[in-house]
T-cell receptor
Framework: AQSVTQPDIHITVSEGASLELRCNYS??????LFWYVQSPGQGLQLLLK??????LVQGIKGFEAEFKRSQSSFNLRKPSVHWSDAAEYFC????????????FGTGTLLAVQP | KAGVTQTPRYLIKTRGQQVTLSCSPI?????VSWYQQTPGQGLQFLFE???????NKGNFPGRFSGRQFSNSRSEMNVSTLELGDSALYLC???????????FGEGSRLTVL
């Protein structure tokens, strides 16, 4: 069965520092992979997606993610974190085919220190 | 372009009651999905509709149901509410079948 693991529940970084959020997935075929962000009291916003092709994908707000098939990973990175990046980040895998169903990881809550 | 609109944003019910939540997708989007978000279980898929047809359903009891109308608006209903149904219910719409979802702000249900 498809699954997504985000091993870090909480991460605290200093403003200006680099960030990497980990995501591992389990899926039998080529996955569709996503990172979403959720601010308190809000819905989810898509940061970036991977369907195929270049394994390094760029997203909004200066985020990027790299798909590594050999490691079943899709880690999210940002070179310099801003205080406004404090939020909860969710990695998700899509089944593809004729459905938009997503399996989400448990999320990583990011705190940014001044 | 207006985003996904969910109503009501907040509601309080008591055990045994039923509730109906509404979702208006982005104009032109025909796919609507519903997710339940709780601190303990995280984000869980409820169901997905496309052109008024339920295309996929998650592992929830039959008390959870939904439908989609010809204008793509969707409703979900939970009957015989239980305390564990307290959650943020998120609706998302999509233009294509790729998993690229646009979420509303959710309806927060509290069951007392």
């Amino acid at each position: 069965a498809q699954s997504v693991t985000q091993p870090d529940i909480h991460i605290t970084v200093s403003e200006g520092a680099s960030l990497e959020l980990r995501c591992n997935y389990s899926y039998g075929a080529t996955p569709y992979l996503f990172w979403y962000v959720q601010s308190p009291g809000q819905g989810l916003q898509l940061l970036l997606k991977y369907f195929s092709g270049d394994t390094l994908v760029q997203g909004i707000k200066g985020f990027e993610a790299e798909f590594k098939r050999s490691q079943s990973s899709f880690n999210l990175r940002k070179p310099s974190v801003h205080w406004s990046d404090a939020a909860e980040y969710f990695c998700a895998v899509g089944y593809g085919g004729a459905t938009n169903k997503l399996i989400f990881g448990t999320g990583t809550l990011l705190a940014v220190q001044p | 372009k207006a985003g996904v609109t969910q109503t009501p944003r907040y509601l309080i019910k008591t055990r045994g009651q039923q509730v109906t939540l509404s979702c208006s997708p982005i104009s032109g989007h025909r796919s609507v999905s519903w997710y339940q978000q709780t601190p303990g279980q995280g984000l869980q898929f409820l169901f997905e509709y496309f052109s008024e047809t339920q295309r996929n359903k998650g592992n929830f009891p039959g008390r959870f149901s939904g439908r989609q109308f010809s204008n793509s608006r969707s409703e979900m209903n939970v009957s015989t509410l239980e305390l564990g149904d307290s959650a943020l219910y998120l609706c998302a719409s999509s233009l294509y079948v790729t998993g690229e979802l646009f979420f509303g702000e959710g309806s927060r249900l509290t069951v007392l």
